[in-house]
């Protein structure tokens, strides 16, 4: 198993780099000081702040004193999936290691990342009490699209959202139009977000369901269908969220090593945490199709 560990834990920073390469939500990863993924088995620790408020200060000058907590909350991964591969007729050692480099960096950027993003839009659009529009498809004119968004920022700042620290997320049918909109009204409108991300209708849903995967030949997510809708585009302020992902630690097998056959085997797992504050509900803003 050491050595199964060793093969695989060499291709983790290519995997980091496949996901954060193709990966639309990757943007609002959480800072690793602020959560701990694997610390115990699977558990995640997420920080967690308190502070006191303003307080007066005394005739002589002084200041009243204040306190602040920090303390991690133990919670379970919101989302856990896995797959094993295996390949048959690999000459060498040498080709099984370019084997088996090609398959986990597109296997991470086909299957996984999609599936994660996802997964994770669908569970902040899906968060009760957040700001929530059923609407056109805002296809036929980018001035709607415009009019709609202008709405959504008057709201989140209204309710003391920090727009530079939200992010846009948009699919590009509703997003395209805007770009033939070369007016002073529409730079204005779509300027102060900390990002704009197109992101395909694809795996922009507000409920998707997993395929539970018992064969090779099935596997991966789609929309909901009783309850799943098209997203037109999601406002998030990163600091309103908090996710986080990790390769579980992947698995090479040789043949010698490999359970049940003459091939190699390539074990993957990935586990992570993706839900909203329950204090900053505000930051997100949910605008989908009727």
């Not at 695989?8 to 690793?32: C, M």
């Not at 115990?40 to 702040?49: P, R, S, Y």
């Not at 056109?136 to 920022?153: I, K, Q, Y």
Request: hydrophobic share 40%; glycine share 8%; aromatic share 8%.
């Amino acid at each position: 198993m050491a050595n199964a560990i060793t093969r695989g834990k060499t291709y983790v920073p290519y995997l980091d780099a496949a996901y954060a390469q193709a990966s639309k939500s990757a943007v609002l990863d959480a800072e690793d000081q602020l959560v701990r993924l694997g610390a115990n088995g699977h558990d995640i620790l997420i920080a967690k702040m308190s502070l006191v408020g303003l307080g007066n200060t005394t005739a002589g000058g002084a200041y009243a004193d204040g306190d602040v907590t920090l303390t991690w909350e133990t919670i379970n991964p919101s989302y856990e999936r896995s797959r094993v591969f295996k390949i048959k007729d690999i000459d060498n050692e040498e080709t099984a290691g370019v084997a088996m480099g090609s398959l986990a960096n597109e296997f991470v950027r086909s299957k996984v990342v999609p599936e994660v993003d996802a997964v994770r839009f669908a569970a902040y659009a899906s968060t009760t009490n957040i700001s929530t529009v059923n609407g056109a498809t805002l296809a036929n004119s980018g001035a709607d699209f415009l009019a709609a968004l202008a709405t959504a920022r008057t709201t989140m700042k209204e309710n003391s959202v920090d727009l530079s620290q939200c992010y846009l997320f948009v699919t590009p049918t509703v997003y395209d139009p805007v770009r033939t909109l070369a007016t002073t009204a529409s730079r204005e409108v779509l300027e102060g977000f900390a990002g704009i991300i197109e992101v395909p209708q694809s795996r922009f849903y507000t409920g998707v369901t997993l395929d539970a995967g018992a064969t090779a030949n099935v596997g991966g997510y789609a929309k909901t269908e009783s309850t799943g809708k098209d997203i037109n585009f999601l406002i998030v302020d990163k600091t309103a969220v908090v996710q986080a992902k990790k390769h579980e630690n992947p698995k090479i097998f040789t043949p010698e090593e490999a359970r049940g056959g003459s091939y190699w085997e390539f074990d993957y797992g990935i586990y992570g945490v993706n839900h909203i504050k329950d204090n900053k509900v505000a930051g997100v803003y949910l605008h989908k199709k009727a």
